[in-house]
């Protein structure tokens, strides 16, 4: 996927220490699938999953950290999910 590098992420303190531990910076989130993101940060597998779909929906310029949480909210983790109700309409 695309790395962006103004991607904005509501993480813990201590999911940043982990990122850091692991050296892992939030613009190489993308570089790894949920499962992978769950033991870096040291999560439950919904918050990987959650940081994970946040940082793939800001990767469109349009899309800032505030759309993205409400993609979320919807329930949307992929662009997928989106295409597949947008065709369903």
Do not use: C, W
């Not at 910076?25 to 870096?40: G, P, Q, R, W």
């Amino acid at each position: 996927m695309k790395n962006k590098t103004n991607i904005k992420l509501p993480l813990t303190d201590v999911e940043k220490a982990n990122l850091k531990k692991n050296k892992v910076k939030i613009t190489d989130i993308l570089n790894y699938a949920s499962d992978e993101l769950e033991v870096l940060l040291n999560s439950t597998p919904e918050r990987a999953k959650e940081i994970h779909a946040l940082a793939a929906f800001q990767t469109v310029p349009s899309i800032g950290i505030k759309f993205a949480e409400d993609l979320v909210f919807l329930g949307y983790y992929s662009f997928d999910e989106l295409k597949i109700k947008t065709e369903q309409i």
